[in-house]
């Protein structure tokens, strides 16, 4: 089936969708392609697997 994220977890770049995913040595920016959105959710199509760890808020402003 499809994957689907919460909505703010995917966030607006000029180069397109990013999420932040957890990685064993951090925070890592990933382009994703998006696909549906249903309500509060949104279909990544390619950049996720499932089962993988994401931020719900921008860590490149939180750092900013």
């Given at each position: 089936?499809?994957?689907?994220v919460?909505?703010?977890?995917?966030?607006?770049?000029?180069e397109g969708?990013?999420?932040?995913?957890?990685?064993a040595?951090?925070?890592?920016?990933?382009?994703?392609?998006?696909?549906?959105?249903?309500?509060?959710?949104?279909e990544?199509?390619?950049?996720?697997n499932?089962?993988?760890?994401?931020?719900?808020?921008?860590?490149?402003?939180?750092?900013?």
């Amino acid at each position: 089936g499809a994957l689907m994220v919460p909505i703010e977890a995917v966030f607006p770049r000029a180069e397109g969708p990013v999420v932040f995913r957890k990685t064993a040595a951090g925070w890592q920016k990933v382009p994703v392609g998006i696909g549906r959105r249903a309500r509060s959710m949104v279909e990544v199509k390619s950049g996720l697997n499932e089962g993988d760890k994401i931020a719900r808020h921008d860590l490149e402003e939180a750092g900013a």
